[in-house]
């Protein structure tokens, strides 16, 4: 599905990959991408697709998943704008190496592979952001590895409620995610998740508003996950 953008000469604005571009080659990029939307549920592509193109979200929040034979799914990571999602199949021509599912109504950028190629080898700074790009999600995976093996679930719970709030300030943060998918995210059950989330609504830190979240003491989450008072 396509659509127009009111405003193209800010579609990068915040975007790391392309931050140091002079303002023409920013222009050409964005000439270059399509304007896409996604609606929550939809599939931006799937694991052994081509990668034909980067992605960059605009708006909304992409899950990147892989599956199980059994059918069961792991999410990898939570994308929000301005990040990128699609870069390392881009760089090696190979398949996706995950899925990828719109969990909120998305707009985005599709560049394709020869227009994104073209602009690395004509400004190498880009070769820059993207490895810093592959070292964050190596460094995501590791973190998720290390929490399987020293987090019980309810820590791994509470550390993917604490990553889904993000960076926002505000008293209380509604995360739009249902149960199961934090399920998939955390690497449990269902029935262990809704146990851990009952637990942190009945002491204060949440409550549940149908499909939704609402976080309202983001820092006993911290506690809870282990991780450092900011």
């Excluded at 992605?55 to 599956?67: C, D, E, K, M, P």
């Excluded at 690497?187 to 939704?212: D, H, K, Y």
């Amino acid at each position: 599905m396509e659509m127009r953008l009111p405003e193209p000469g800010d579609a990068l604005t915040g975007v790391e990959m392309f931050a140091g571009l002079e303002p023409e080659v920013r222009q050409r990029v964005i000439a270059a991408a399509v304007p896409r939307t996604y609606r929550k549920g939809q599939l931006l592509f799937v694991e052994n697709d081509p990668g034909e193109s980067l992605i960059v979200l605009r708006r909304g929040a992409v899950a990147v998943f892989r599956t199980a034979p059994t059918g069961e799914r792991a999410v990898l990571s939570v994308i929000r704008p301005p990040d990128v999602l699609g870069e390392v199949s881009l760089l090696d021509a190979s398949t996706r190496s995950a899925s990828a599912e719109a969990i909120e109504d998305c707009t985005a950028l599709a560049l394709s592979r020869p227009a994104f190629m073209e602009l690395v080898h004509s400004n190498p700074r880009i070769l820059d952001a993207v490895m810093r790009s592959l070292g964050g999600l190596i460094r995501r995976l590791t973190e998720q590895n290390a929490d399987h093996v020293f987090l019980d679930l309810p820590g791994r719970v509470a550390k993917t409620l604490v990553r889904l709030a993000g960076e926002s300030q505000a008293p209380m943060i509604t995360i739009e995610l249902n149960q199961s998918q934090l399920a998939e995210m955390a690497g449990g059950s269902r029935q262990s998740v809704n146990q851990a989330i009952g637990s942190f609504a009945s002491r204060g830190w949440l409550r549940t508003e149908g499909r939704r979240i609402v976080v309202t003491d983001v820092a006993a989450l911290r506690r809870r996950a282990g991780m450092n008072d900011r």
